[in-house]
């Protein structure tokens, strides 16, 4: 079984598709691009279809079937493995607690993969310490600002610190609303309807 750490950002998202529903990397690609996922991972043929094979030779994902649609190429559709949901959900885990911007915001949008009670450790985990990061940050702009440090020299940290602000406000709303009973999550959301407006969004990808 692939190691976390070989796993990849891109991977993660190969696998997350991949427990919707069996579908060729040219689908995949298509509604990754189209539900604008493309904005967190850098998508281009060789490096998807590079992932997908490296996903099978690791054993998170297997060839389900092979199609040709008229005069196209023929597709190979893939499935996950019995290892895939647990290397995803291990990743997730891993990640959301605050390990690199890229690696948080991919672990972040495949976070309704992990029950609601694992979400709301890890984050209050980071949370933990981006408070401790901006107590750090705000007393040294404080002391900095106190020695009479002119305003040009640390406009950084005050633009750092205001980061960190916003990130934490953001943090404390997430978790009160993981914290509320009636905020679907996960398999708990798995309506009819959302299944519906899902298998729309796969068929749109497609034309």
């Known amino acids: 079984m692939m190691k976390d750490a070989a796993l990849t950002p891109l991977g993660v998202m190969v696998l997350a598709l991949l427990r919707e529903g069996d579908m060729h990397p040219y689908e995949m690609m298509r509604l990754l691009r189209h539900r604008r996922e493309d904005r967190m991972v850098r998508i281009t043929n060789g490096t998807f279809y590079h992932t997908v094979a490296r996903l099978e030779r690791d054993g998170l994902i297997a060839e389900v079937g092979v199609d040709r649609e008229g005069n196209r190429p023929e597709r190979t559709t893939y499935t996950l ?118 298998e729309a969004m796969r068929k749109a990808a497609q034309k």
């Open 81 to 198: 493995t019995d290892a895939g949901p647990a290397a995803l959900e291990e990743w997730v885990r891993s990640h959301l607690a605050g390990d690199g911007a890229q690696n948080f915001r991919v672990a972040l949008a495949e976070a309704h993969n992990l029950d609601r009670s694992e979400v709301i450790a890890e984050i209050s985990t980071r949370k933990s310490a981006l408070a401790a990061e901006y107590a750090l940050m705000q007393n040294g702009l404080q002391s900095a600002r106190t020695r009479g440090v002119s305003d040009q020299y640390i406009v950084e940290l005050d633009r750092h610190c205001a980061l960190l602000r916003a990130d934490l406000d953001w943090t404390d709303s997430l978790l009160a609303r993981l914290e509320r009973e009636d905020y679907p999550w996960g398999h708990e959301d798995l309506t009819p309807e959302n299944l519906a407006a899902r």
